[in-house]
Each structure stands twice: as structure tokens, then as C-alpha cells.
């Protein structure tokens, strides 16, 4: 196992419940810890394990201090697969949804360099909602891990939620991971109470949050890139539900997906824990 076990506790319930998110103990050993940042390296430098072939075709981008961002490293990293595959964080994940199955939606593997005091939007993650992109999932009860591979706050461009923004329910127009304008996305947004909370986390710590909760990132102003492991997990009875807007996900149900199909292929969905 990759992740220490933890037993989500009543409190831990009612703090995700009413938040949309809930910050973990320590759940990634120190080795560990570095075995993902050895990860990080080795799939931004194109060294993948097993025979398989990326997700879609990735390259750094060209300004260096962009933020670098790839879905499903699972699939070419052993590491990376050990982490969001582990049970333990299933069960994690189906206590604080009150769900009796958990499988993995997507993962993605999270790079921002730090711009030594440089100021650019170029790093920033727009507020946004997850379900914005997931629409065609049967259900919003879903639930993103984020794994921090360093200490990690604001001076590092850490991840910030809008308190209780799960109960707005999905916003439309909320699919805006890659707008980097801030105060722009905060003034479209900001229609309720929004109150901004910085992810505190210390190195091995996770960030569970609602696919309704509203987060985003700033700047990283350090001189160190900000690294991190991202599990994106969804009930194990989820499927197909038809609305205009996509996913690539659909393309791993089948060739012509029939709304109601469930994505419950395990060598794509796999799951991680069943009660
Ligand atoms: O890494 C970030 O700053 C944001 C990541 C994110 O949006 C997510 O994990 O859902």
C-alpha cells in the first residue's frame, strides 16, 4: 500500500459536508513522497513504465514557467498508479461521499515552477468547479485527491476553496481550470458568500474537495516548483449521463456510447475500494 491508512472519523463527515473539503493527515511516507517526485521528473522527461502510450500527447510548454498539467499518469507511471489506485484511499473517498464504491474517474499530475518573486498569471488554475468538466458523470458525489508533494501554502501557489460553494450546485460556465484571471473569474462567480480558504498541507497531507466546490491557484513566487498527485474519484455505479458538453472519458466507454453505460471498465475505471 501507497497511502497510510486513515479512518475518517464523524467530525472529519461533517467538516467535508459542510466545507466541500477536508484536509488529511499525513497519508504519503517520506520515501514515497520521493518516489512521486522522482515520478514528476521522469514523466515530464517522457520516460514511461510499462508498454503503454500517454493518455494524449504531452510536451513541456514552451514558457518555462507555465504550469505543466497531465490526466491519467497512471497509465505510464508505476508509482503514480500505486497511489491513485490504493485502497485506502478509496475508503477514504467513500466515507466522506457515504458511497459504497469508489473508482478512479482520472488522475493528473500537477507541475508549478516557482517564479523566484516573477509575477505572471502564467501558473494560476481559474477558479472553476470539477463538475463543470464532468457532466456526463450520472452524479456530482465525486471527490478530488490532492496529494501535496512538498509543504505547501500560498507562497507556493497552494490550491484555495470558496467555503460551502458545494451547496451552489454546478454553475453554469464553471469549466474554467484555464483561465488565469482571477478577479475577472472571481467577479463572474462571486454572485454568493465567497469565502477564499488556502489549502494548508504539510508535505504527504491531501486536500479531498467536492466536484462542486469552487478552487482554484495562484502564483507560485518560490524559487521551488510545486509538485503534486491528483486523484480524481467517482461512485462505482456511476455512467453515462446525456448532456451537450463531453469528456474524453467517453471515449474509454466505447466507440459509440449509449447514455445510462456505466463507466465501469476496470482497466480504465479501476476500483479501489468496495465495502
Ligand atoms: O493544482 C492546482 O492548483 C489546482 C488543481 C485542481 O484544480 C484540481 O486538482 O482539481
Known amino acids: 500500500m501507497s497511502v497510510i491508512p486513515y479512518q475518517v472519523t464523524e467530525a472529519d ?13 499525513k497519508l504519503i511516507d517520506d520515501d514515497t513522497i520521493q518516489r512521486l517526485r522522482d515520478a514528476h521528473e521522469r514523466v515530464w ?5 510499462g508498454h503503454g502510450l500517454p493518455f494524449y500527447h504531452y510536451s513541456l510548454p514552451e514558457n518555462p514557467l507555465a504550469i505543466r498539467k497531465l490526466d491519467n499518469g497512471w497509465w505510464i507511471n508505476d508509482e503514480i498508479r500505486a497511489v491513485v489506485t490504493d485502497r ?23 507541475y508549478k515552477p516557482g517564479t523566484d518573486g516573477q509575477e505572471t498569471k502564467a501558473g494560476n488554475v481559474g477558479w472553476h468547479q470539477d463538475y463543470g468538466y ?11 485527491v490532492w496529494i501535496a508533494l512538498q509543504d505547501t501554502d ?12 458545494h ?20 467577479a463572474k462567480f462571486a454572485t454568493r458568500d465567497w469565502v477564499e480558504e488556502p489549502c494548508i498541507l504539510k508535505a504527504g497531507q491531501a486536500s479531498f474537495h467536492h466536484a462542486l466546490t469552487f478552487h482554484g491557484s495562484g502564483p ?7 509538485l503534486s498527485v491528483v486523484a480524481h474519484l467517482m461512485p462505482g455505479d456511476t455512467y453515462f449521463r446525456d448532456v451537450r458538453q463531453k469528456h474524453d472519458n467517453l471515449r474509454l466507454l466505447a466507440g459509440r456510447p449509449v447514455p ?16
Do not use: C
Request: charged residues 25%; proline residues 2%; glycine residues 8%.
Open 167 to 186: 451547496k451552489w450546485g454546478a454553475v453554469e460556465g464553471s469549466d474554467t481550470f484555464f483561465e488565469q484571471d482571477m478577479s475577472k473569474l472571481k
Open 260 to 275: 445510462g453505460m456505466r463507466f465501469d471498465r476496470e482497466e480504465y475505471f479501476p476500483t479501489l475500494y468496495t465495502r
Open 13 to 25: 463527515k461533517q467538516r467535508f459536508n459542510e466545507d466541500g473539503y477536508w484536509i488529511s493527515p
Open 134 to 144: 464532468w457532466k456526463v458523470s450520472s452524479t456530482s458525489n465525486m471527490v478530488t
Open 45 to 49: 522527461s517522457k520516460k514511461h513504465d
Open 154 to 165: 500560498l507562497t507556493n501557489g497552494g490550491m484555495m476553496t470558496i467555503l460551502g460553494s
Open 88 to 110: 485506502n484511499l478509496g475508503h477514504m473517498a467513500a466515507d466522506l461521499l457515504n458511497e459504497d464504491s469508489i473508482r478512479l474517474w482520472h488522475d493528473q499530475v500537477i
Open 220 to 226: 507560485n513566487l518560490t524559487n521551488e516548483a510545486r
